[in-house]
């Protein structure tokens, strides 16, 4: 036996570093912690150092160190904080994966989604910012061919989902949610329709102008504002009650597109607005806004919906 009185046994070192003598039996078998001496029955002994060398080795492997890097650490081929700051990368990069999977189960969880589902689900959130700009990309290619695409479709075509290096479990979630509804046929032939509508209807009423967009800002600003006060304080838009509000924002119309009006322009209006009133419409840019981090804004669909059915009513 060593004659240096302080050498332990590997059942003492467990006790003092609470770690199981398996572990240290593997960690000295690794290489990790050698043994300083070995009594005279061949046990190994170890001195003061590795107590400190097995906590050093345990908090490695608990932060997810691999063994190959904890042993140059150990031999001062790499220092502590040259490795902790590589895995914290790491780690974040592992956070980021996890959080996003968390938004996948958390809304197939609400939506009872099916394993197909899932499945795309899980693919959307995994795609990068190149991959979801090509997603927009297409869509906005399919919806409007090869014609001008107009200010709405230059406007869809840049404003790309754009997820932050960290995204919120909303941010994930919006962009599944985006990926799915640009993936959605029905969605894409409503939007083709209304791409087909604006075209037929760019020279309505015999001008050959289009829309003055200031005129057209304040009777989209005036659905939105008188449509849903109306709506909010329960006048049913088929009422005597809505009328003074209905003619006021159909002369505002007739206004923009150069028409008078009356019973004809305004069930013209009714389908012209219908075709452009569709809630998925309205939750695609929703959906741009939270991936984004653009400030909310209120819903105007609604409004323009009660109008819809006002236009009607006093044609």
């Not at 400190?52 to 502590?80: F, H, I, M, W």
């Not at 009422?239 to 206004?255: C, H, K, N, Q, Y």
Request: charged share 30%; net charge negative; hydrophobic share 40%.
């Amino acid at each position: 036996m060593s004659d240096d009185a302080t050498l332990i046994t590997i059942g003492a070192l467990a006790r003092y570093t609470g770690l199981p003598v398996r572990t240290l039996r593997f960690y000295s078998d690794s290489g990790l912690l050698p043994p300083a001496g070995r009594s005279d029955a061949g046990y190994r002994l170890y001195d003061h150092d590795a107590q400190v060398r097995a906590e050093l080795v345990r908090t490695l492997r608990e932060l997810g160190v691999d063994l190959p890097t904890t042993r140059r650490v150990l031999e001062r081929e790499l220092s502590v904080a040259d490795v902790a700051a590589t895995h914290a990368a790491a780690l974040e990069a592992q956070i980021r994966v996890l959080r996003q999977r968390r938004a996948v189960l958390r809304a197939a969880a609400v939506r009872g989604s099916s394993p197909q589902e899932m499945k795309l689900m899980h693919k959307l959130a995994q795609l990068s910012d190149d991959q979801r700009r090509r997603i927009i990309e297409e869509f906005v290619d399919d919806v409007f061919g090869d014609g001008d695409p107009g200010p709405v479709g230059e406007m869809m075509r840049s404003a790309a989902p754009d997820l932050p290096d960290d995204p919120t479990e909303e941010q994930v979630q919006a962009w599944i949610e985006l990926g799915e509804l640009v993936a959605d046929e029905d969605f894409r032939r409503r939007c083709r329709e209304m791409a087909q509508r604006r075209d037929a209807d760019q020279l309505a009423g015999g001008t050959s102008e289009q829309p003055d967009q200031a005129i057209h800002m304040r009777a989209a600003n005036a659905v939105a504002q008188q449509g849903g006060a109306a709506l909010a304080a329960g006048i049913e838009p088929a009422s005597i009650r809505a009328r003074a509000t209905v003619d006021e924002l159909a002369g505002m119309f007739a206004e923009l597109h150069g028409r008078e009006d009356g019973p004809e322009f305004r069930t013209w209006l009714a389908e012209l607005l219908e075709t452009f009133t569709d809630r998925r419409a309205e939750r695609y840019w929703e959906l741009l806004g939270i991936i984004n981090g653009w400030p909310a804004r209120p819903s105007s669909t609604p409004a323009w919906e009660w109008l819809v059915v006002g236009l009607r009513a006093a044609a």
